[in-house]
C-alpha cells in the first residue's frame, strides 16, 4: 500500500496549483485532424501537461470526447501498463481508440472504440515513456510505484484545471497488466487525500494483483493448453515454480534447475506462440529486425496482428507528432515501451488486492477482467485472488458464475460480489482484451460504466 504521508499531497498540490497557474487552454490543445484519419463529429485534444517544474517533468496526454453527447457521458482514464509502456500507443491506437494505423498511414476508424460510451483519456507515464519526458535525466534512474501514483495526481489535477468541464461527470480509472498497480495505487490516492474527482470505480484487465499468486498460474495454463509437456509441468510444480523464475530474472541469477526448467519451457513453447494471445498468430520480422512483413489477418476477427508496428511508423512521423504537439525529448524517436526509464523492478512484489479491498469498502466499484488467452497474467490467478478478497472482506456472491453473452454468442463468464466487486472472463481475448475481441470488450465496459449486469441470455 502507499504511505500515508501521501494524506499530505492534497494539501501540497493545491499550494502548486496557486503558484504555478494553468499557462494554456483546451484550444491550444485542440487536434484539428490527424494525419490520414476520415471526418468525424467528436473533438480531440493532445498535448502536454507539468507535473514537476524544477525538474521539467511533463507527462503527455491524448484525450477524445464521446461521439454523441460528451457532457453527459463518463470520463475515463486509461493506463497501460509495462511498467513502462504507452497508453497512447497501445491503448489508444492499438486497442479501443477511435482510430488504429493501416496501410499506408491511413487511419482505420474502429467500429468499437470505447468513446462511443465515454470520454476517453489517455495518458502516458510515467515520465520517459512515449512522448513523456523529464529534462532531469536522473528522474529515469529509479522510478517507483509511489512517484508514479504521485505524478499521475498531479496530472489529473492540473487536467482538470485545463478541462473544468468535466470536473462533474462520472469518473472511472481503467488499464490493463501492470495497471493492476498503477490503476487501484491512483484510486487509493484520490482516496486518501479526497481529491475533488468524481471517482466511481475502476476496471483492470489481465492486471498484475499479487506477485507469486499470477505468475505460478502461468504454470497451468502452459500446461492445460497443450504449450508444455507433463515433465515440463511438474518441474515447475515441485522443483522451480515460475513465481521463482521470474524472481531470478529480475535479480539477474537465473542458474541451476530454474534457469533449466525455464530454458526448457520456452523450447517447447516456442518463440512463435505470442504468449499474450496463444490462438493469435504473430507479426513476423525479418532478420535484421527493421522491415516488416503482414502477416494474414485472423478471418473470423479481422485481428490485424501488425498494428504494433503500424502504430510506431505512423507515431513516429513528423507530420503526426506535430498534430499530436507531441515532442521528443532526450530521445531520437517515440517508442511503445521506454527504452530510458529505470523501473524498480522490486515494486513487482508490492500486492494491490489489499487495495482493491479497501476501494471497495470506500464505495468505490472494482471490476476485474482476464481475456481467457492471455498465458502473461492467466485468468486462474486473477480469480482467485478476486473470489479469496471477497471473502476476506465478507462479499456474498450476488450473481453466481455464468456465461455472459454478446450477440447470441459466450462472450465469457462472470461472477458479482456485493453488487460492487466483479469478475469477467473474455471469451477468446488476449492480454490486450480490446484488441483481439473488441465488440465484447465494448459490451463489457459499457456494462461496468452503467452498473449493470453482463447480458445473461441469448
Known sequence: ????????????????????GVSSFPEADKISSLPGQSTVKFQQYSGYIAIDDQQQRALFYYFVEAEEDPASKPLVLWLNGGPGCSSVGVGAFAEHGPFQPGDNNVLVQNDYSWNKEANVLYLESPAGVGFSYSTNKSFYALVTDEITARDNLVFLQRWFTKFPEYSNNDFFITGESYAGHYVPQLAQLIVQTKAKFNLKGIAIGNPLLEFNTDFNSRSEFFWSHGLISDSTYEVLTKVCNYSS??????????????????NQLNTEVSKYVDEYDVTLDVCLSSVNQQAFVLNQLQETQKIDVCVGDKTTAYLNMKEVQEALHAKLVGVTQWSTCSGVLLYDYQNLEIPTIPILGSLVKSGIRVLVYSGDQDSVIPLTGSRSLVSGLAKEIGLNTTVAYRAWFEEKQVAGWTQVYGNILSYATIRGASHEAPFSQPKRSLVLFKAFLEGKSLPSII
Open 1 to 20: 500500500m502507499l504511505p500515508h504521508s501521501y494524506t499530505l499531497i492534497a494539501i501540497i498540490i493545491i499550494v502548486a496549483e496557486t503558484l504555478v
Open 245 to 262: 523464475i521470474r524472481r531470478r530474472i529480475q535479480n539477474g541469477n537465473l542458474r541451476g534447475a530454474c534457469a533449466t526448467v525455464n
